[in-house]
Nanobody
Framework: QVQLVESGGGLVQAGGSLRLSCVAS????????MGWFRQAPGKEREFVAA????????YYADSVKGRFTISRDNAKNTLYLQINSLKPEDTGVYYC?????????????????WGQGTQVTVSS
């Protein structure tokens, strides 16, 4: 069993920045890949970014490349998402999740444990 707790969301103006955090407990953090997803009102949850167990490989949705940076600190059991140049379309609830085995990083079904989410709202 894994517990994930996100934090760092908030209300920001377009062009601003946020740093989201996800603290994991219950299993060896460095043993699994991690991902960030987001869900806007009335829309399906979508892939944002992911990172390998060691942090050596990262993956991004095209819509966030160059603006978002995913990272992890295995010593602190913490996953991060640095979000820069925020746009109103980035608004949504952001979730972190643990990835199962060798499944694709980009697919929602590849993830098994999820946090409760943190709200990001970007005003224009």
């Amino acid at each position: 069993q894994v517990q994930l707790v996100e934090s760092g969301g908030g209300l920001v103006q377009a062009g601003g920045s946020l740093r989201l955090s996800c603290v994991a407990s219950g299993r060896t953090f460095s043993s699994y890949g991690m991902g960030w997803f987001r869900q806007a009102p009335g829309k399906e949850r979508e892939f944002v970014a992911a990172i390998s167990r060691s942090g050596g490989s990262t993956y991004y949705a095209d819509s966030v490349k160059g603006r978002f940076t995913i990272s992890r600190d295995n010593a602190k059991n913490t996953l991060y998402l640095q979000i820069n140049s925020l746009k109103p379309e980035d608004t949504g609830v952001y979730y972190c999740a643990t990835k199962k085995g060798t499944y694709s990083y980009y697919v929602l079904a590849s993830y098994d444990y999820w946090g409760q989410g943190t709200q990001v709202t970007v005003s224009s």
